[in-house]
T-cell receptor, first 116, second 115 residues
Framework: AQSVTQLGSHVSVSEGALVLLRCNYSSSVPPYLFWYVQYPNQGLQLLLKYTSAATLVKGINGFEAEFKKSETSFHLTKPSAHMSDAAEYFCAVSDSARGGSEKLVFGKGTKLTVNP | EPEVTQTPSHQVTQMGQEVILRCVPISNHLYFYWYRQILGQKVEFLVSFYNNEISEKSEIFDDQFSVERPDGSNFTLKIRSTKLEDSAMYFC?????????????FGQGTRLTVV
């Protein structure tokens, strides 16, 4: 079964600093990988996804992630944090489900705090 | 922009009562999902639904849970006899097709509190 590990349940950065949120996955087949963001009192919004094309994936709001097969990692980065980036971030991997559909297996999430 | 909508946003119920959580998926989507997140824990898959039947369900989705698409637009999750441990945020999602190289869109969630 697929699994995802997010290192660090809380990450705190200063405004303008680099954001690095770590995600490692376990998958028996080439995976699809995702980062979702959840702002307070809102649903899960897709930031970006890796679906076996380019290994460096660019998403919304200046975020990007790099798929590294040798390290089984899919870390999320942003060069310069903004106050509006404060949210919880979830890494997820696809897992096959019966009926031809797929489901997402999520990590525990990382809460990002941005300090002024 | 099309979105998945869930009602209510917050539901409080007494242990043993039945609850129905409602979702309106995006109109041209064919695959529907329920996930839940117990406070402080991972978002967990509950069930996927396609062509008016369950495609897959997790171990969590036992006999007290059921899903239905009663009228072609709503997608509901029923918990027959709620337990304290059912308290969680429940997310509905939908996707155009079942393959996850397309995007699954999530609703804002329903926070269920069982007292």
């Amino acid at each position: 079964a697929q699994s995802v590990t997010q290192l660090g349940s809380h990450v705190s950065v200063s405004e303008g600093a680099l954001v690095l949120l770590r995600c490692n996955y376990s998958s028996s087949v080439p995976p699809y990988l995702f980062w979702y963001v959840q702002y307070p009192n809102q649903g899960l919004q897709l930031l970006l996804k890796y679906t076996s094309a380019a290994t460096l994936v660019k998403g919304i709001n200046g975020f990007e992630a790099e798929f590294k097969k040798s390290e089984t990692s899919f870390h999320l980065t942003k060069p310069s944090a903004h106050m509006s980036d404060a949210a919880e971030y979830f890494c997820a991997v696809s897992d096959s489900a019966r009926g031809g559909s797929e489901k997402l297996v999520f990590g525990k999430g990382t809460k990002l705090t941005v300090n002024p | 922009e099309p979105e998945v909508t869930q009602t209510p946003s917050h539901q409080v119920t007494q242990m043993g009562q039945e609850v129905i959580l409602r979702c309106v998926p995006i109109s041209n989507h064919l695959y529907f999902y329920w996930y839940r997140q117990i406070l402080g824990q991972k978002v967990e898959f509950l069930v996927s639904f396609y062509n008016n039947e369950i495609s897959e369900k997790s171990e969590i989705f036992d006999d007290q849970f059921s899903v239905e698409r009663p009228d072609g637009s709503n997608f509901t999750l029923k918990i027959r006899s709620t337990k304290l441990e059912d308290s969680a945020m429940y997310f509905c999602a939908s996707s155009e097709i079942g393959r996850l190289n397309t995007e699954a869109f999530f609703g804002q969630g329903t926070r269920l509190t069982v007292v």
